[in-house]
């Protein structure tokens, strides 16, 4: 089953850089002037706020770094997380941003508030699936599908929240392609059900 999400979680890494890596023909040796991290933070919460994404609606999820280049001080991270109820807003903010500063950014989590209910939807469809299965095989042998012995969920994992499937897959969105974000756009429920049934 595949059901629309109600909360998206956008992740934004941002990082200190040097003012000299956006100069033409400087070599890293001579980067001096960093950007410092307050800097790059008060422009996203600004860029944001045009859009109606006012400071405390951005959580802030981690903040260090554990190396630095040589002969060069430490360029300090942030990670933010940001809450959507629905793509539009999303959309907004890529085209809003300076990448300037941006290390990453990318889908955290998709939620449906009536998530459970959906699972149980999905499960009782496998089940209703695997009798109808098991009726027309069975029919084929002149035999018909008896009571329930047992019911076995295969896989009992949660496959609801979306995750991507490597550190560099959909994590630069584009705003003149929506196309990688309207794949994003469904949240995908799939349960296994082995049952058992007595063979009249």
Do not use: C, H
């Amino acid at each position: 089953l595949e059901i629309e999400p109600d909360e998206i979680r956008l992740i934004i890494g941002i990082k200190e850089y040097w003012k000299e890596e956006f100069e033409k023909k400087t070599e890293f040796k001579n980067f001096k002037t960093k950007v410092p991290i307050s800097e790059i933070e008060g422009n996203l919460i600004n860029d944001l706020s045009e859009i109606g994404i006012t400071k405390d609606k951005i959580i802030l999820k981690e903040v260090g770094n554990n190396w630095r280049y040589l002969g060069k001080e430490f360029l300090i991270s942030k990670q933010l997380e940001l809450v959507f109820g629905d793509f539009i807003k999303l959309n907004e903010v890529i085209q809003v941003i300076d990448t300037k500063g941006i290390a990453y950014m990318r889908i955290g989590e998709l939620k449906n508030k009536e998530i459970t209910e959906y699972r149980k939807r999905v499960k009782i469809e496998a089940l209703k699936a695997a009798k109808v299965k098991a009726d027309y095989l069975l029919n084929s042998l002149g035999k018909q599908t008896g009571e329930i012995i047992s019911i076995i969920e295969l896989n009992n994992e949660n496959t609801s929240v979306w995750i991507p499937q490597s550190g560099t897959s959909n994590t630069i969105m584009s705003a003149s392609d929506d196309s990688g974000i309207d794949n994003l756009r469904k949240i995908k429920l799939k349960y296994e059900i082995k049952a058992r049934f007595e063979i009249k």
